[in-house]
């Protein structure tokens, strides 16, 4: 800050302050005229730099520099095509790394406090610009795009944004932050290693930000082309029906001499939510209707209350009936998991068959073929991923890609 006091900037802000309704139309209004009450105001916002000859004689417009910080500030969008060259970034972080090395490794004190403060703004405007970026991005999605009206603007500020989170993310990607450790592989001084290990976390919480982003982006473009298109539909009906006036109805149509008696319908009626004391057609039925009323003396009658009883059953325990069968399929999934071996059908059938004869138990190969492969068919996903169903079997003759099965396994994956 050599060069400027406190005494100068405060007296720039007091200038913005006391000014700070025609700053304000010059920002919304894009530029403002000059007239004899304001000369002498514009010319002094003219030298302090903040407003500058427009093309029009007799306008000013703000400066670039105050147009983009309030643009900044009232977060507008135009910041987030400032690309951000990681690469170029990383050579000079790797070049004031080493000269703050060499430094340290000298003992030289001055230039070492020199070059880390020199790695510290460079740090901070590398995460302060792309946090920028990413945050403009983020706003404008969530925004829609309120800084242009119609749709067709929107969606190609949708697909500018888009390309541009695109090639950043690739132009992010293409850095490894991992090798950025190599920085701190010397006895270096502790606030210098937090720096670096602090920018590694940072790029590393970056990428998964920006790729949220972008599918918010995708999403976006999604829903505004869909609601062009219904407004594009929308318009072509318009155009349409003002091409075409036979398809407006009359409001006169039921007086038509040529209109069918079958399709006439009276006007509509003028409806309202209350009674027109002043309508003379309606003074009789109305004074009838308010004497009626009045005569009404009759207490309405209260009715007894019915009332019942509502009688709770005792609850029916249910006897859970399970199938021997199945069970043993289950035995043959756990056989397989355990022994992390192939088990067959078959030769699990024959080795426990006379323990199921001996139970009353009797089930056919076929069946109980069938009855395995059935049993792992309602497998969860899970369950299927870990274990695999092999079939056996024998090509028919004649038949082409047809096989028969006469066994099956069950394998570990």
């Given at each position: 800050m050599a060069g400027y006091d406190a005494g100068q900037v405060a007296e720039l802000?007091?200038?913005?302050?006391?000014?700070?309704?025609?700053?304000?139309?010059?920002?919304?209004?894009?530029s403002v005229v000059t007239d004899q009450a304001e000369q002498r105001t514009i010319n002094l916002l003219h030298k302090a730099g903040l407003l500058r000859p427009d093309d029009e004689p007799g306008e000013f417009r703000l400066?670039?520099?105050?147009?983009?910080?309030?643009n900044r500030l009232m977060r507008k969008q135009s910041s987030y095509r400032q690309l951000t060259d990681m690469g170029k970034v990383i050579e000079a972080l790797d070049e004031t790394v080493y000269d703050f090395q060499q430094a340290v490794q000298a003992k030289q004190s001055d230039d070492a406090e020199f070059y880390l403060d020199q790695l510290d703004d460079l740090l901070y405007e590398t995460k302060d610009g792309l946090n920028t970026n990413l945050e403009n991005m983020h706003y404008a999605i969530v925004s829609q795009f309120g800084f242009v009206s119609t749709l067709t603007n929107k969606i190609r500020q949708n697909e500018r944004y888009l390309n541009?989170?695109?090639?950043?993310?690739?132009?992010?990607?293409?850095i490894d932050p991992e090798s950025c450790y190599e920085w701190i592989n010397w006895p270096c001084p502790n606030d210098f290693a937090r720096k670096i290990t602090g920018f590694i976390y940072w790029f590393n919480q970056t990428l998964p930000r920006l790729r949220f982003i972008i599918d918010n982006m995708r999403l976006s473009l999604f829903r505004l082309r869909r609601d062009e298109k219904q407004a594009s539909q929308l318009r072509n009906m318009a155009r349409y029906l003002r091409q075409h006036p036979e398809f407006e109805l009359k409001e006169q149509l039921f007086?038509?001499?040529?209109?069918?008696?079958?399709l006439k319908f009276a006007p509509a009626m003028n409806l309202c939510s209350y009674v027109d004391p002043h309508n003379t057609a309606i003074e009789t039925p109305l004074m009838n209707l308010v004497?009626?009323?009045?005569?009404?003396?009759?207490?309405?009658?209260?009715?007894?209350?019915?009332?019942?009883?509502?009688?709770?059953?005792?609850?029916?325990?249910?006897?859970?009936?399970?199938d021997f069968f199945e069970e043993q399929s289950d035995s043959l999934f756990e056989q397989a998991i355990e022994t992390e071996q192939p088990v067959s059908a078959i030769a699990f059938w024959q080795k426990y068959q006379l323990d199921w004869v001996r139970q009353n138990q009797h089930i056919h190969p076929k069946a109980w073929i069938e009855l395995v492969f059935s049993c792992y068919c309602k497998l969860t996903n899970d369950q299927q991923a870990a274990l695999d169903i092999k079939m056996i079997g024998s090509a028919d003759v004649g038949v082409p890609d047809n096989y028969t099965y006469n066994d099956l396994e069950i394998i570990l994956r």
């Open positions: 802000l007091r200038k913005i302050g006391s000014h700070d309704e025609l700053l304000a139309n010059a920002y919304v209004y894009g400066t670039t520099d105050f147009k983009r910080m309030l541009h989170a695109q090639n950043l993310l690739t132009e992010l990607q293409q007086e038509e001499p040529g209109f069918p008696e079958s004497q009626s009323l009045r005569k009404q003396n009759n207490q309405p009658v209260n009715k007894q209350r019915e009332s019942a009883t509502v009688v709770i059953s005792s609850i029916e325990k249910l006897v859970y009936e399970s």
